[in-house]
Nanobody, 120 residues
Framework: QVQIVESGGGLVQPGGSLRLSCAAS????????MSWYRQAPGKERELVAE????????NFVDSVKGRFTISRDNARNTVYLQMNSLKPEDTAVYYC?????????????WGQGTQVTVSS
């Protein structure tokens, strides 16, 4: 049974930091590209950051470059999102996604999300 569980969200002041964790089970974690998405109220879900299967490659949306980092521990089946210099516009529900393409199949799994609120 596939499980993806995010944790680490909460309320933080502008300029603060949070570290999100995503623990996965039920699939071969090391074979999946892992991503963090977020969705703010009234907005579409957007890709925030992603990391390749080995962790050797990462990609970020422009608005978080230089502030967020993504990492993974394949031994622990966990991916992390370190968020620094947080801004009110980072407020959203953050979702973890696992995806793998084995042509012609696409496998994609989502967690339930964790709320991040940046406010003074």
């Amino acid at each position: 049974q596939v499980q993806i569980v995010e944790s680490g969200g909460g309320l933080v002041q502008p300029g603060g930091s949070l570290r999100l964790s995503c623990a996965a089970s039920g699939f071969t974690f090391s074979s999946y590209v892992m991503s963090w998405y977020r969705q703010a109220p009234g907005k579409e879900r957007e890709l925030v950051a992603e990391i390749t299967t080995t962790g050797g490659g990462t990609n970020f949306v422009d608005s978080v470059k230089g502030r967020f980092t993504i990492s993974r521990d394949n031994a622990r089946n966990t991916v992390y999102l370190q968020m620094n210099s947080l801004k009110p516009e980072d407020t959203a529900v953050y979702y973890c996604n696992a995806r793998r393409s084995v042509w012609p199949q696409m496998y994609s799994y989502w967690g339930q999300g964790t709320q991040v609120t940046v406010s003074s």
